[in-house]
């Protein structure tokens, strides 16, 4: 059993800064990769930014320079950094995790439920 549970959502103004934080609890081996999604209303759910085990990070081009992830290997959380806001970045933002487990020790996709983030003009 394994949860994700994010935090730091809300309304924040073109241009400013928030910081997600999502942290797994439960069963945990290891967690392989953990990273953010975001989707619209109406839209598919799209990667925004992603990081390893090694702390290697993807990006999506429209977040590139703008947004951070950041891992706390410790307190198996990882974070995100969102600067420069704009509205097109209005969307929930779900937190996921590739996650080996101690009764499995087979990979897993979890993920977390939501987080608001709402870009005003």
């Known amino acids: 059993q394994v949860q994700l549970v994010e935090s730091g959502g809300g309304l924040v103004q073109a241009g400013g800064p928030l910081r997600l934080a999502c942290a797994a609890s439960?069963?945990?081996?290891?967690?392989?990769?953990m990273g953010w999604y975001r989707q619209a209303p109406g839209q598919p759910r799209e990667l925004v930014a992603g990081?390893?085990?090694?702390?290697?990070?993807n990006y999506a081009s429209s977040v590139k320079g703008r947004f951070a992830v950041s891992r706390d290997n410790a307190k198996n959380t990882v974070y995100l950094q969102m600067n420069s806001l704009k509205p097109e970045d209005t969307a929930v933002y779900y937190c996921?995790?590739?996650?080996?487990?101690?009764?499995?020790?087979?990979?897993?996709?979890?993920w977390g439920q939501g987080t608001q983030v709402t870009v005003s003009s």
């Open positions: 996921s995790a590739l996650v080996v487990t101690t009764t499995s020790r087979t990979a897993n996709r979890y």
């Open positions: 439960g069963n945990i081996f290891s967690i392989n990769a």
């Open positions: 990081i390893t085990s090694d702390s290697s990070t």
